[in-house]
């Protein structure tokens, strides 16, 4: 695959993922928030996974700037990279339409707030941040680039590693015992393989 479709297909699943992220952000702007905990941090890892996602990716496929840092890689894997960002935009997408009005871009309690664990949720807790992760691995195989290629991965590391703890305190203090017992049904971002085994099994029973 060409640079250049390599460039624009990148292009095309990018504004793909920010168009479904403004259209679930509008829908629940009107749902107030009851437990907000972004701090200082957070604000600045946000920042950081804001550039790595967004601005030095769109750097990398309109400048020449980051030439210098070009890598190459065989032809297949912009294919690769396709088909990993397609996947990735329908967990995006659905993950969205599970958590419906519970969902916020930051670490927030909305108002009558239901802990979900159906859909997605069912198998893995962060369904939204797999997601992310590989949308990363698709930016490396679609970009060539040591700067816009690995921007992602390398922004959204801290962030993940800050957020998911802190995330699931908070979803501990709301919702108490129901969370803990669902952390041992599901894992973080890959399914436990166990437990998803028997799901599959019950469900082609009924
Ligand atoms: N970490 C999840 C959700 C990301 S959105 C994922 O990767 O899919 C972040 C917000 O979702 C958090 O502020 C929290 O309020 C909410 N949240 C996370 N898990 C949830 C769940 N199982 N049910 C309801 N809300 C949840």
Redo the contacts with the bound molecule.
């Keep these: 695959m060409s640079e250049v479709t390599c460039k624009g297909i990148f292009l095309i699943c990018f504004i793909t993922v920010f168009a479904i992220r403004f259209y679930f952000a509008r829908l629940v702007k009107q749902n107030k928030v009851v437990d907000g905990r972004v701090s200082a941090l957070e604000n600045l890892l946000l920042f950081l996974t804001f550039l790595g996602m967004f601005i030095l990716p769109l750097v990398g496929v309109f400048t020449p700037w980051f030439e210098f840092a070009a890598y190459d890689l065989p032809d297949w894997t912009g294919w690769l990279g396709t088909v990993v960002f397609i996947f990735a935009i329908g967990l995006f997408w659905r993950?969205h339409t599970d958590?419906g009005q519970?969902?916020?871009a930051?670490?927030?309690?909305r108002e009558n707030?239901?802990?979900?664990?159906t859909g997605l949720?069912q198998y893995i807790?962060?369904?939204?941040?797999a997601a992310f992760w590989l949308w990363g691995i698709a930016q490396v195989l679609l970009l060539h680039n040591w700067i816009s290629g690995l921007s992602y991965l390398v922004s959204f590391l801290p962030m993940y590693l800050l957020r998911v703890p802190q995330?699931e305190q908070?979803?501990i203090d709301t919702f108490g015992q129901q969370y803990l017992e669902y952390t041992t049904r599901t894992g973080r971002v890959i399914p436990k393989i166990l437990f998803t085994l028997s799901r599959f099994l019950s469900f082609s029973k009924e």
């Design positions: 993950s958590l519970n969902w916020s930051s670490l927030e309690v707030h239901a802990l979900i664990e949720y807790r962060h369904p939204m941040y995330e908070m979803m």
